[in-house]
């Protein structure tokens, strides 16, 4: 299995759906987060394509 090590299209095409909206309806971060019941960071890594999921060593 290969390691992701950037964001695919399809994530970049999601964050634009998701964060493009949320700032311009004002909403912040932690606000969001507070929404989801996730860390604030979590939010912005999956935001900025940041949250790579990594291989399990064997």
Do not use: K, N, Y
Request: glycine share 8%.
């Amino acid at each position: 299995m290969r390691l992701r090590l950037g964001p695919t299209v399809r994530h970049r095409v999601l964050v634009g759906r998701l964060r493009i909206p949320r700032g311009r309806a004002g909403v912040s971060l932690q606000e969001t987060a507070v929404v989801l019941r996730a860390h604030p960071t979590t939010v912005r890594r999956t935001e900025t394509g940041l949250d790579t999921h990594r291989a399990a060593s064997s």
